[in-house]
């Protein structure tokens, strides 16, 4: 949601950070193009391709957007594949 009585806010990038490694640059697909206008809702999808592991990943999120304007959302999962899932 953008608070009211802030500028509308169009997210630009995204990129999703392991806690040792580089970030990754993600994808962003928004379900209304546009800015977000203060006390809209959005949504916004962040697609990321994610590198094979045997492991669960964990990620931050962070979306940048207009005017420097950021959010971040921790502890994002992947969880490790099924043995079903890795045929």
Same mark, same amino acid.
């Given at each position: 949601m953008n608070i009211p009585g802030h500028p509308g806010w169009i997210?630009?990038?995204a990129t +999703? =950070?392991?806690? =040792?490694g580089v970030p990754l640059r993600a994808r962003l697909v928004m379900k209304k193009p546009g800015p977000i206008f203060p006390g809209e809702m959005g949504r916004v999808l962040a697609v990321l391709e994610v590198p094979? @592991?045997? =492991?669960?990943?964990? +990620? @931050?999120?962070?979306? !940048?957007?207009?005017?420097? %304007? %950021? +959010?971040?959302? !921790?502890d994002v999962r992947f969880p490790k594949p099924s043995s079903e899932e890795a045929r």
């Open positions: 997210p630009r990038e +999703f =950070a392991e806690r =040792a094979e @592991t045997e =492991a669960e990943l964990v +990620f @931050t999120l962070e979306v !940048h957007g207009d005017g420097g %304007r %950021r +959010f971040k959302i !921790h």
